[in-house]
């Protein structure tokens, strides 16, 4: 639960402190996460990397 806290908290920093936006985003699929919603990843510590990593890439503008 605290895990998905923080990487959501990324996610809204992401989106420049739009929560809504955030929260659809990680609702939406991704086709960087093999189709499936970024919300999906929050479970262990493996997938919530996958997600953070899919973050990083996008706050460095390297869209896929």
Do not use: H, K, Y
């Amino acid at each position: 639960m605290v895990r998905a806290a923080i990487l959501f908290s990324d996610v809204v920093r992401l989106f420049e402190d739009d929560q809504g936006l955030a929260r659809r985003w990680v609702r939406a699929s991704q086709n960087e996460l093999n189709g499936q919603a970024p919300m999906e990843f929050f479970r262990t510590g493996v997938e919530c990397e996958a997600v953070r990593d899919l973050i990083g890439r996008l706050e460095m503008g390297m869209f896929c």
